[in-house]
């Protein structure tokens, strides 16, 4: 119970309330706080009340092109008509993986709320997104605090916590799995992870793709965008039909 209330702690994500700014913002923009940063894409004419897509990116070289990893995302703010922030961890990885802290948290935390005090965001429709490490936090984090966060979009999840004492509020889950990862194997990772969320009443959307490995393929953001802002389904027989996505 100790170790859970502290796992708790370090994966809350406090909301303020809403303060719009005066000055419209910018089509994308960067945020610092402390050393880190983030970079926001919009679409080009902003909506009233977008929802809003949280990307945590896996574990990566402390030497890689972050504007790079970013700027695919450009693409999918214009086409989705969403509003997309992209923190950057500390370290290789976050934090909370590496030393039980919860810096990168606070990061998270102070991103997300200065996206929705420059930009008018509809608080029902934030999810968050995430590939292996940024996967397994993900999904901790959309388990606690699923008022907030009421999808989870992840591929090549390693583990999840869940510190939820009530399943009154659920997240949908959208869980992706490459059948030739050798770091999260089908059977030693992925399959019992999936049963073990749906026993405890989850309901995952699961997808294994034959000839993926352990990295995100390019056609996982489409259908897992299309499964978050149509609810739950795909809105087209296109995304339903998409190569690799076969649900189980």
Avoid: C
């Amino acid at each position: 119970a100790v170790l859970l209330a502290r796992h708790g702690e370090l994966l809350q994500v406090a909301l303020q309330a809403p303060r719009q700014s005066v000055e419209p913002a910018k089509r994308s923009f960067r945020l610092e706080q402390s050393g880190q940063q983030a970079h926001v894409w919009l679409p080009d004419a902003p909506v009233e009340r977008m929802p809003l897509l949280l990307v945590l990116h896996g574990s990566r070289p402390m030497d890689w092109d972050f504007l790079s990893f970013t700027e695919r995302f450009e693409r999918d703010a214009r086409q989705h008509r969403v509003a997309i922030v992209v923190p950057e961890s500390r370290g290789p990885t976050w934090d909370y993986l590496l030393t039980g802290q919860r810096q990168d948290m606070d990061f998270i935390e102070f991103a997300i709320n200065e996206v929705r005090r420059r930009v008018p965001i509809d608080g029902r429709r934030i999810a968050v997104m995430g590939m292996s490490d940024g996967g397994s936090i993900g999904l901790s984090v959309a388990l606690r605090n699923p008022s907030l966060f009421r999808t989870a979009l992840v591929q090549a999840v390693g583990f999840y916590v869940d510190t939820r004492s009530d399943q009154q509020e659920q997240p949908q889950i959208f869980l992706e799995y490459g059948a030739k990862d050798r770091l999260f194997t089908p059977e030693g990772v992925a399959k019992p992870l999936v049963s073990r969320l749906r026993a405890a009443g989850y309901s995952v959307e699961f997808s294994m793709v034959p000839e993926a490995g352990h990295m995100v393929r390019e056609e996982f953001f489409a259908v897992a965008l299309d499964f978050w802002l149509s609810e739950g389904k795909p809105r087209s027989a296109e995304t339903a039909t998409a190569p690799g996505y076969l649900r189980h």
